[in-house]
C-alpha cells in the first residue's frame, strides 16, 4: 500500500512532459523571455501621511458639499423664476445658515418649517441627480491634470528665469 502511494507521488511533475524530455539539469530556460507581452512592473501607490482617511475619501467629502452648494443654487434660481416667496424664504435662510457642510445644512433646512423641508428635499434630490446624471468626471480629471501640469510648468519656468538671470537666450542681470 505504501508502495503503491509512493510511485504515484513519484509519477507526478510540476512540469508538462516537454520539458521532461529536455534537458533535466534545466528544466525551463531563463535566457528565454516571453516577447508575447511586455513585463509591467508592480508599483505601489504613493504614501501620504497625515491624513485619518485617504486623499480620495477628503476629497469625495468635499465634492459632496461642493454638489450641495450646486443644487442650493440650481434650485434657488428655479425658485427665483416662479416661486419669489420660496426664494426669499431660501435667501433668509442661507443668511442665517453657512453652506460649508451640506448635511448639517439641509438637516437645519427640514427641521426650520414644513415649507423649508420641501425645499431641503429639492435640494436633496437636485444633489443627487447633478451628482449622477450632470456633473462631467471625466473632465473634472483631465481639467485637474491639465491645471497640475501647467501650474508645474508655470512654477519651474519661473524659478528658471529668477535664478538664472536668462529670457529668450539673453542676459537680463
Given at each position: 500500500?505504501?508502495?503503491?502511494t509512493a ?65 442650493v443654487k ?100
Amino acid at each position: 500500500m505504501e508502495y503503491s502511494t509512493a510511485t504515484i507521488f513519484s509519477q507526478l511533475s510540476l512540469f508538462p512532459p516537454r520539458f521532461q524530455t529536455e534537458n533535466r539539469a534545466y528544466p525551463f530556460k531563463p535566457w528565454m523571455q516571453r516577447t508575447s507581452q511586455p513585463t509591467r512592473f508592480q508599483c505601489h501607490k504613493m504614501y501620504v501621511p497625515g491624513f485619518g482617511t485617504s486623499p480620495e475619501s477628503t476629497a469625495a467629502k468635499h465634492l459632496h458639499d461642493f454638489f450641495n452648494y450646486i443644487a442650493v443654487k440650481i434650485v434657488a434660481a428655479q425658485l427665483q423664476s416662479y416661486n419669489p416667496e420660496a426664494y426669499e424664504e431660501l435667501r433668509e435662510f442661507l443668511d442665517r445658515h453657512p453652506l460649508n457642510d451640506g448635511d448639517k445644512f439641509c438637516a437645519d433646512l427640514m427641521r426650520e418649517s414644513p415649507r423649508h423641508k420641501n425645499l431641503a428635499l429639492r435640494i436633496l434630490e437636485v444633489r443627487s441627480a447633478y451628482c449622477k446624471e450632470d456633473f462631467e468626471w471625466d473632465n473634472l480629471q483631465r481639467l485637474a491634470s491639465k491645471m497640475v501640469d501647467d501650474s508645474n510648468k508655470k512654477l519651474m519656468m519661473d524659478y528658471i528665469v529668477d535664478t538664472s538671470c536668462t529670457v529668450d537666450g539673453k542676459q537680463i542681470c
